[in-house]
């Protein structure tokens, strides 16, 4: 069974950095049918795909974000973090981080962490 | 980026009701669509995938049909428990996109 765990701050001031890390156990990052994924949710408000990375650090990242954001991952500790630049009120959200499983042409989000609520606030 | 559009948006029904979900696409995804649930202060949880697939564990009450633009979310029989927001999300193309969510609310 596969699980994911988010960490990092829940408040960041404005025009700074969000990062956050995911922690993976169960299975490995390296699983090479896996791409590692964050997916934003601000409050009341429906689900956003950020990016997804995978364990030989191709990425792929929402164009909406994509000057902004930058994900990496670390085989050795299963782990793979999210930094989020210049951020504003409205990058207050709960992120998630998700793996992304695809086989046989079927991809979807299998396994979610708890999602963190990251509050964007002086 | 493609468009997915939920209806409706809010739906209320009662225990051993047969609900149904539309999920319409801006362009063609073949069957390139999931669906999940999602309870308050919860993540969401994989349920259909492929359109149409169950996923393990997920009791056969629920189900999902359609291609190409439009797809069908079901539940045969609503239980206490599935009142929930339902998304349906695409994966055709990048970027992932999901739709705005349909909240089914107990009448």
């Known amino acids: 069974q596969v699980q994911l765990q988010e960490s990092g701050p829940g408040l960041v001031k404005p025009s700074e950095t969000l990062s956050l890390t995911c922690t993976v156990s169960?299975?490995?990052?390296?699983?090479?049918?896996?791409?590692w994924s964050w997916i934003r949710q601000p409050p009341g408000k429906g689900l956003e795909w950020i990016s997804y990375i995978y364990y030989n650090s191709r990425t792929g990242y929402n164009p909406s974000l994509k000057s902004r954001v930058a994900t990496s991952v670390d085989t050795s500790k299963n782990q793979f973090s999210l930094k989020l630049t210049s951020v504003t009120a409205a990058d207050t959200a709960v992120y998630y981080c998700?793996?992304?499983?695809?086989?046989?042409?079927?991809?979807?989000?299998?396994?979610w962490g708890q999602g963190t609520l990251v509050t964007v606030s002086s | 980026d493609i468009q997915m559009t939920q209806s409706p948006s809010s739906l209320s029904a009662s225990v051993g009701d047969k609900v149904t979900i539309t999920c319409q696409a801006s362009q063609d995804t073949s069957n390139y669509l999931n669906w999940y649930q999602q309870k308050p202060g919860k993540a969401p949880k994989l349920l259909i995938y492929?359109?149409?697939n169950l996923q393990t564990g997920v009791p056969s009450r629920f189900s999902g049909s359609g291609s190409g633009t439009d797809f069908t979310f079901s539940i045969s029989s609503l239980q206490p428990e599935d009142f929930a927001t339902y998304y349906c999300?695409?994966?055709?193309?990048?970027?992932?996109?999901f739709g705005q969510g349909t909240k089914l609310e107990i009448k």
């Open positions: 492929d359109a149409s």
């Open positions: 169960g299975g490995p990052v390296s699983s090479t049918s896996s791409y």
């Open positions: 998700a793996r992304y499983y695809c086989t046989g042409g079927s991809c979807a989000f299998d396994y």
């Open positions: 999300q695409q994966f055709a193309n990048l970027p992932y996109t």
